[in-house]
């Protein structure tokens, strides 16, 4: 007597099961990838703020072997009226600055600003407009920052330090400044959420002391990435 048993199938999945299965991955993905994007972001944070405290450390360190020059060309950069040079790193708008820390000028001795040829900022070549050095087609030099925008500089040689240009109160001793934007470019910030952390903190009656433009250049600042938070 033969016994027979139930025929299997081993076509694999059924549709119902790779349905629950492809819901169950949707799912996970759905919750993982905010995450995910919050690390990278946060990263792209705090590498931004390292940046900005090498380009200012550069600067310094230029500074402190030339006899207090800056590191770059005056004849292509002009002050303004409170004697204060802006600057971002990108090509033809750097007045040379990343050329000269990051010793890459011409051998020409008659133009050359870094005479002994030190590197003060180091960063490998990127492929992409990012994260670093950036050789575009023209052969012009960039250097930008993790959301592919430029650095943006204040310089200036007075003694008692440079204006910050989001609170505009000077800082002494101060005489490079350097910033990221964030990811939008702007640095604009959420005025109204930042204004209501202040109420918060100082209490209901005095919230409306913090419709100011203190409160405004509180979160401006929540979006600026610069040396002066390294953390």
């Given at each position: ?173 101060k005489k490079c400044l350097v910033y990221s ?20 903190k100082k209490g209901k009656n005095n919230t ?24």
């Amino acid at each position: 007597m033969k016994v027979r048993f139930p025929h299997r199938s081993h076509g694999g999945f059924t549709l119902i099961e790779l349905i629950i299965v492809i819901a169950i991955l949707a799912t996970l993905a759905s919750i993982a990838y905010p995450t995910y994007m919050s690390i990278q972001e946060n990263a792209s944070k705090t590498a931004a703020k390292k940046v900005c405290t090498d380009i200012v450390e550069g600067v310094t360190r230029f500074a402190q072997d030339y006899n207090g020059m800056m590191p770059y060309d005056a004849n292509e950069a002009q002050p303004d009226a409170q004697d204060q040079i802006y600057l971002r790193t990108k090509a033809g708008e750097d007045a040379r600055l990343i050329m000269v820390l990051t010793n890459r000028e011409e051998d020409d001795a008659d133009n050359r600003i870094n005479t002994n040829r030190d590197t003060y900022l180091r960063s490998d070549e990127q492929e992409q407009p990012r994260d670093g050095l950036f050789i575009d087609a023209n052969d012009g030099i960039n250097f930008y920052d993790p959301w592919g925008q430029p650095y943006y500089l204040v310089l200036c040689e007075e003694e008692k330090g440079c204006i910050d240009p989001f609170t505009s109160k000077r800082l002494r001793g101060k005489k490079c400044l350097v910033y990221s934007l964030g990811a939008d470019g702007e640095g604009a910030g959420n005025t109204e959420a930042a204004t209501s952390r202040k109420g918060a903190k100082k209490g209901k009656n005095n919230t409306k002391n913090d419709t100011s433009a203190e409160a405004e250049a509180e979160a401006i600042e929540d979006n600026v990435y610069s040396w002066k938070n390294p953390k």
